[in-house]
């Protein structure tokens, strides 16, 4: 869906752009549109640059949004620019956005240009070195927000306009929970929640592989796996404390308490502690790097 020409970032206002049309992207974008983001005159509006074409055409479409193979153009037409590629390429993105960014004039106010990365371990001071301006988000939402359930952590100078933070803060609310927190938690929040996902995955498939060697079917399994899974946690949602339910699920002598001390045994905890250990030391190394 071609767009008109204009002077970048001038004619066109209240422009969402993405840099990069991956899972993520879609994610953010298919939530703006559920929340009202359909277009119409005067509505937000969205652009994407994707190197693919078979990707531009199914994201145009399917959402209805413009689409571009230059990263130089999604980011000059936006006022808020959401880089949604991997922390390896990013420094490439950031050399063919870098001269869209706004003139000394509009590096901190309330009409300048907000960049939002969530690009693992790639810090705020990096981004801000390489763009020229300081009206930069970092953000770490997570995969469910696929399926509308994402949770999203943002990390951002208390130089950024508040009308540009509640926009921000809209995009990733589209796809679940938000919250702020200082930068210096985000290796550990990139462990826990960015790539958690992927550690529950692999939780519930061994519990579910295991009933299934014990006999059940594998269908039976995963489907008793997912919702065991989600019934725990909606649980602990409600305020029980993990401490609690695991009192009233076990009683003594009984099945609960034979499977927790074989976990105990096998050192079940401190398993996830190196886990988690390893993802932050990581999400660190890809910031150094």
């Known amino acids: 869906m071609p767009l008109p020409a204009s002077k970048p970032g001038k004619d066109l206002k209240k422009m969402t752009g993405f840099i990069g049309g991956g899972n993520m992207a879609e994610a953010l974008i298919k939530g703006i549109r559920a929340g009202g983001g359909a277009p119409r005159a005067g509505s937000t509006d969205i652009i994407v640059s994707e190197p693919t074409e078979q990707r531009r055409r199914y994201l145009e479409q399917t959402y209805g949004v413009h689409t ?47 960049i939002v990365s969530i690009a693992a371990g790639i810090r705020l001071s990096y981004l801000t070195e390489r763009l020229g301006t300081k009206n930069v988000v970092r953000a770490m939402p997570n995969t469910p927000a696929l399926a509308g359930e994402g949770m999203t952590v943002l990390a951002l100078c208390e130089c950024i306009p508040d009308a540009g933070f509640s926009r921000v803060k809209d995009i990733f609310m589209s796809v679940g929970k938000v919250i702020v927190m200082p930068e210096k938690y985000m290796d550990a929040v990139t462990a826990l929640s960015g790539s958690g996902p992927a550690f529950y995955a692999l939780f519930i498939e061994a519990v579910a592989e295991g009933a299934a060697k014990a006999g059940l079917p594998e269908d039976v399994s995963l489907e008793l796996a ?20 695991r009192q009233m699920v076990t009683s003594p002598g009984g099945t609960t308490e034979a499977g927790l001390k074989v976990l105990e045994e096998r050192g079940f905890k401190g398993v996830l502690y190196d886990t988690i250990e390893a993802a932050v030391r990581r999400a660190g190394e890809l910031g150094k790097s």
């Open 226 to 245: 997912l919702q065991t899974a989600l019934g725990t946690v909606r649980m602990l949602e409600e305020g029980i404390g993990t401490l609690k339910l």
């Open 68 to 114: 571009t193979e230059s990263n130089r153009e999604a980011a000059s037409r936006a006022d808020v620019v959401v880089i949604a590629v991997k922390p390896q390429v990013i420094d490439q993105v950031l050399r063919d956005i870098a001269d869209g960014m706004p003139g000394e004039s509009e590096k901190s106010g309330e009409g300048g240009k907000l």
